[in-house]
């Protein structure tokens, strides 16, 4: 078991700015993570490099090629978290050499409605394949709640088998479309979870967004039952249940 208390510094190339507005998001992480300035500043170790989207969700990496460069140059492990990109991303990507967070889904519902994005299931098939074929490390990160097609999404994973998987759990956040929203419940999530871990045996970490308080403990708890490799800030509990856990500081993706 790892758990991990990650100190890698987020970083946003777009500020504040989002011009894609997802309906569970709005851009409101945005303005907590820090400026590629700030970053250099810092003396962090690592750093996830993110930002806001336009709408066709797509991180301007090529268009700050110079600022990428040159934390590459004084901060040389990345994690960047980039979306749909162009051939100009991909050339810039095999330069940094990063871990790269590909959100993943298969419910065209979610890509329509919430992500606002003229995409297809296949098109998020197609992207992670191109990401693999150019060399690049990609770990999927999913979401699960935002829609119902959260098993079809995790079936498609198990086919494309990649190294490591990040899942995540939808919390609702406030003044967002989807602050009403209820999380998933437990004994579904058990199920799904449990049927997941039976097919993909490949490394398996339940990531930092998901809900807090009685409902984390009991997830984070469920997790480590099912089989979970890795914890994001577990639950205190659980660091008493496992005593010789290997703490990690850096982001799970790497």
Sequence with gaps: MKFYDPKTLPVSIT????????????????????????????????????GGFNKEGHLPLSENRETL??????????????????????????ELKPVISFDF????????????????PADYVSEYLRLKQNGLEVVPHICLGLGTEDQKTLDK??????????????????????????????????????????GYKGELILGCMRPGGLYRQTIDELAARIGFDGIVKPAPQLKKEFPTAKLITECCAF
């Design 69 to 94: 460069l040159k934390l590459h140059a004084s901060i040389t492990k990345l994690n960047i978290h980039p979306g749909f990109l162009t051939t100009k991303d991909i050339e810039l990507l095999k």
């Design 157 to 198: 994973i198990v086919e494309l088998n990649p190294v490591k998987v990040v899942l995540l759990v939808f919390r609702p956040t406030k003044n967002t479309p989807l602050q009403e929203k209820a999380s998933l419940e437990i004994n579904y999530l058990k199920e799904l979870w449990g049927r997941f871990r039976q």
């Design 15 to 50: 500020g504040s700015r989002c011009g894609l507005k997802c309906d569970h998001c709005r851009g409101h992480y945005l303005g907590a993570m820090a400026t590629p300035d700030e970053a250099v500043l810092t003396g962090a170790s690592s750093l996830l490099i993110s």
């Design 105 to 120: 889904t298969q419910d065209n519902k979610v890509i329509t409605e919430i992500y606002h994005l003229r995409k297809t």
